[in-house]
């Protein structure tokens, strides 16, 4: 073609060929569409895996299988809660996350402030909710100074026994 | 346990204040360079389209402003960007827009529209300066010493012209031909590139402000009112610096003859003016009855959101919205362009309010749209960053949108040095 | 693709033959369901339930490296407190990652609302987190691909592609999303993906004591939770955005947004 006026296009050719080129280098091979589509599902696939190699933190079997991680070593105590009122809380509330407990780390840091009970034991005026069922104090007026595990056994909470 | 640390500040937590009830989540994550974007592009757009009045249909009379304006477009076209990029909090992967792009995104579509439209402003400019590339490049070839920087501009020159050196007439004929060919390409894609950037925003059906069709529209006829604000705002003053220089004879006025006289400069000047600011009226008339459409037709319809919507754009925006951008933005330029007697200093006081006008609109558009909670139950209130304290409050603050507002006239600078915008090519057909 | 089908059905077969023939230690069950594709996870939170302790919170934020101090999170509780004489208010002091533990109501600005105990009507605590919606309006408008659904139906973030334009942020209906105070890249519930593709529930239904979270899969008719959304009235959030969310919640009222 002897004609200057399509010189612009063979520029932006070689341009849009340049681009293409660095493409292929820069995008991962993975790149490519799930089950779901192009519009929700246009993804680098690896990328799953890498969310399912996030470590765990919490080790407990959960809610259908309660305590059986911590039963294993620490039957005793365990025994005592889930046959309580406590025996709905998970360990690790209030233990800390168990990582590879026994191994790594040795020994868990317990949450023992007021903060931990007062989440479910402050008072709060609601008689529609669930959470006038539990018994509640009023922190500003409660024993301000002391722990609430001073008195109250956290693995066994019923008054009576104190 | 819960460690009470110094608190972390979260992205966009610097200039949100929140009040009653807003999701834990929500800030003002868009902020003054999401504002600036739509308001750069717009005058990118509206600038390409007052040059291609001129080499489309062509109205003689825009004969130099669209030169102008079209290599002003060009040194707006990179700050259409800029905003962007200071914005993301990953800038340096800005690139994957163009390597993945995911085009069920209003935004994917920026990568590819943008250099496509890039490309075509580009072109249009190599056929309008092709001759004049290859006059340079034959002037410097005569000279008999020739310094450093002569053998760089040739060099540059050189491969400017793309190896085209006929300047025959027929050969100039065809650039112009070619030349009208683009611009007409060109108007759908700069109307595109900015009827999209408004897509971004009306197209977000969880913002209740924002969602609305008619939002590109808006957009892009906002767009065009801005950039031919900002073209004939500095038309003038550069015709009034050319003024200047040529009473006191400077620079090419002392040894060129040919130059244009004081009395030349201020003809041009008014005519182009008052032929641009009809085009001005014509399409403020348009986006003002747009906009005052849809606010109408969510208070007629009063949908679940209009309470909070009311409460913002009545109550709590008022004066941003119906002061400063309705009534200084656009009554009172309006009056002033209508009103018998319409001069150039009246018409460019215009020009800078319509232009204060449209950054206002683009301000209570982005931020006006988070204003209120998802929750309907509560409001932030933003607090644009002035002194940084922080690359962030630097680059989502007043000095960043500082540094995207000074960046077009710094590079129109350098590029009036390659392709002088007001150079009268004598030998070109046209 | 058949043949792919093939060896993937006699795995499954295998694998769940060699359940009651191993001693559980090999292969457990809920292993086999995890790698079974045909699992699509939801999730059911139950209003009437929830006390407001915020455990959730804090697990999920140690669980997934989320700063406590940072004032973002992936879950939250939000309290409604409705008086006698009709005025509604709503708070959620940092997403309730300390709980309740006050009941005067957060305004915002430093101020706060004391209200009268014997003026209060009804009041609830409503926990929150990502829809996991079927048709997401986040990985839509993700301009690169660094958000999208898996195939079990969880929606994730790309934390090396992302750009973090905020987009998606935008995007959620539900405020689901913020950008990652160290990361700087969108962040979001993964539903623990990383657990309960393990056979683990998410952090957050471990910590709570009272079962007012509950993970499932919704194509198991046979898992307890999916026959309470079947039996049961449950509703989602927002429905008129079309999302169609995949948390579904017992007992919600109409300022529940």
Redesign the interface.
């Known amino acids: 073609m002897k004609n200057h006026v399509w010189r612009p296009l063979f520029a932006v050719l070689a341009l849009v060929v340049g681009i293409l080129v660095f493409r292929l280098f820069y995008v991962p091979s993975d790149?490519g569409s799930?089950?779901?589509g192009f519009?929700?599902?246009?993804?680098?696939l690896s990328?799953?895996e890498?969310?399912?190699?996030?470590?765990?933190?919490?080790s407990?079997?959960?809610?259908?299988n309660m305590h059986e991680f911590c039963g294993e070593c620490h039957s005793d105590v365990v025994e005592i809660r889930t046959e309580d009122l406590?025996g709905?809380?998970?360990c690790?509330?209030c233990h800390g996350?168990a990582f590879d407990h026994p191994e790594d780390p040795e020994t868990l840091v317990i949450d023992r402030g007021r903060?931990v009970c007062?989440?479910?034991h402050?008072d709060?005026?609601?008689?529609?909710?669930?959470?006038k069922r539990?018994p509640g104090i009023d922190?500003k007026e409660h024993n301000v100074d002391d722990m609430c595990v001073d008195c109250h056994d956290p693995h066994n909470p019923r008054l009576e026994e104190m | 346990m819960?460690?009470?640390?110094?608190?972390?500040?979260?992205?966009?937590?610097a200039w949100t204040?929140?009040?009653?009830?807003?999701?834990?989540?929500?800030?003002i994550?868009?902020s003054i360079q999401i504002v600036m974007y739509p308001f750069m592009t717009g005058l990118v757009a509206g600038a390409f389209v007052l040059s291609s009045l001129y080499h489309v249909f062509h109205v003689e009379k825009l004969k130099e402003i669209a030169k102008f304006s079209l290599v002003f477009s060009f040194a707006l076209l990179p700050v259409a960007m800029m905003p962007?990029l200071l914005?993301?909090?990953?800038?340096f992967?800005?690139i994957?827009?163009m390597?993945?792009?995911?085009f069920?995104?209003?935004?994917?579509a920026?990568g590819i529209v943008f250099t496509t439209y890039a490309c075509i402003v580009a072109t249009e400019l190599w056929f309008v300066y092709r001759v004049y590339f290859v006059r340079q490049v034959e002037k410097i070839r005569s000279q008999e010493l020739k310094s450093v920087f002569d053998i760089g501009r040739l060099a540059l020159f050189t491969a400017l012209t793309l190896g085209a050196m006929d300047t025959s007439k027929e050969a100039q004929v065809k650039d112009h031909k070619a030349c009208s060919t683009m611009a007409a390409i060109g108007i759908p894609v700069a109307c595109f590139l900015h009827g999209y950037a408004g897509f971004?925003f009306g197209?977000?059906?969880?913002?209740a402000l924002w969602m609305t069709p008619l939002m590109p529209v808006i957009f892009i006829c906002s767009a065009v009112v801005s950039g031919i604000a900002l073209c004939i705002l500095c038309y003038v003053i550069t015709q009034e610096i050319r003024k200047f220089m040529a009473k006191r004879k400077m620079a090419r006025w002392a040894d060129d003859p040919g130059a244009p006289t004081v009395e030349q400069l201020e003809g041009a000047k008014q005519e182009e003016v008052s032929m641009v600011s009809n085009y001005l009226l014509y399409f403020m008339i348009a986006a003002v009855t747009l906009e005052i459409l849809d606010m109408i037709f969510r208070g007629y319809t009063q949908v679940?959101s209009w309470d909070i919507l009311r409460e913002v754009l009545l109550d709590r925006d008022f004066t941003k919205i119906f002061i400063l951008q309705y009534g200084l933005g656009n009554v009172v330029p309006f009056l002033m362009m209508i009103l018998p007697g319409r001069n150039v200093r009246r018409t460019t006081i215009a020009c800078a309010l319509v232009l204060f006008g449209v950054f206002m609109m683009r301000w209570n558009v982005v931020i006006g749209g988070q204003a209120f909670?998802?929750?309907?139950?509560?409001f932030m209130h933003y607090h644009l960053p002035i002194i940084p304290h922080d690359a962030e409050t630097f680059k989502e603050g007043f000095f960043g949108a500082l540094t995207v507002m000074v960046t077009p006239f710094v590079l129109f600078y350098f590029i009036n040095k390659i392709m002088p915008a007001f150079h009268k090519d004598e030998d070109v057909v046209h | 693709m058949e043949r792919r089908d093939f060896l993937k059905n006699s795995i499954m077969i295998v694998a769940g033959a060699s359940v009651p023939l191993s001693a559980l230690e090999f292969v457990d069950p809920k292993e086999v369901l995890a790698a079974n594709l045909d699992i699509h996870w939801a999730f059911l939170l139950n209003t009437?339930?929830?006390?407001?302790?915020?455990?959730c919170v804090?697990?999920c934020k140690?669980?997934?490296d989320i700063?406590?101090?940072?004032?973002?999170?992936r879950t939250?509780v939000?309290r409604y407190?409705y008086t006698k004489d009709d005025r509604?208010?709503?708070?959620?002091p940092?997403?309730a990652?300390?709980?309740?533990?006050?009941?005067r109501i957060d305004?915002?600005?430093g101020n706060f609302q004391e209200i009268d105990?014997?003026n209060?009507?009804?009041?609830?605590?409503v926990p929150k987190l990502c829809n996991h919606c079927e048709?997401?309006?986040c990985?839509?408008?993700?301009?690169?691909?660094?958000?999208?659904?898996?195939?079990d139906g969880v929606v994730?973030v790309?934390k090396?592609?992302?750009?973090?334009?905020?987009?998606c942020?935008?995007?959620?209906?539900?405020?689901?999303?913020?950008?990652h105070?160290?990361d700087?890249?969108a962040d979001k519930c993964?539903f623990c993906?990383?657990?309960i593709?393990?056979g683990?529930?998410t952090?957050c239904?471990?910590?709570c004591?009272?079962?007012a979270r509950k993970m499932l899969n919704i194509k198991d008719i046979n898992d307890p939770n999916t026959q309470i959304i079947l039996n049961e009235r449950v509703g989602v959030l927002k429905d008129?955005?079309?999302t169609r969310p995949q948390a579904f919640y017992i007992g919600l009222a109409q300022?529940v947004?």
């Not at chain 3, 509604?88 to 959620?92: G, K, M, P, T, V």
């Not at chain 3, 990985?139 to 195939?151: F, L, M």
């Open positions: 790149f799930g089950e779901r519009m929700y599902s246009y993804h680098r990328n799953e890498e969310w399912k190699a996030q470590p765990v933190k919490y407990d079997t959960g809610k259908t406590h709905t809380i998970a690790e509330n996350p903060d007062l989440r479910c402050t709060l005026p609601y008689t529609t909710s669930e959470r539990i922190p | 819960i460690e009470h640390a110094a608190d972390m500040i979260v992205h966009g937590e204040i929140k009040e009653l009830f807003v999701l834990p989540n929500e800030y994550y868009w962007l914005h993301l909090q990953q800038p992967r800005g994957n827009v390597m993945t792009p995911h069920t995104s209003a935004i994917a920026f971004i197209s977000v059906k969880a913002n679940k909670s998802l929750s309907f139950a509560g | 009437h339930k929830c006390v407001g302790c915020g455990f804090k697990a140690t669980e997934n700063p406590f101090n940072a004032k973002v999170t939250w939000e407190v509604r208010y709503i708070d959620s940092d997403g990652l300390n709980g309740y533990t006050e009941s305004l915002g600005q105990p014997n209060v009507g009804k009041a609830f605590f048709t997401p309006p990985t839509q408008v993700c301009p690169v691909g660094a958000t999208y659904k898996t195939d994730l790309d090396e592609w992302c750009i973090g334009c905020g987009y942020i935008m995007a959620c209906p539900y405020g689901a999303r913020f950008f105070p160290t700087h890249v993964t993906y990383h657990r593709t393990k683990l529930e952090a239904v471990n910590a004591p009272f079962g008129e955005f079309g300022e947004r």
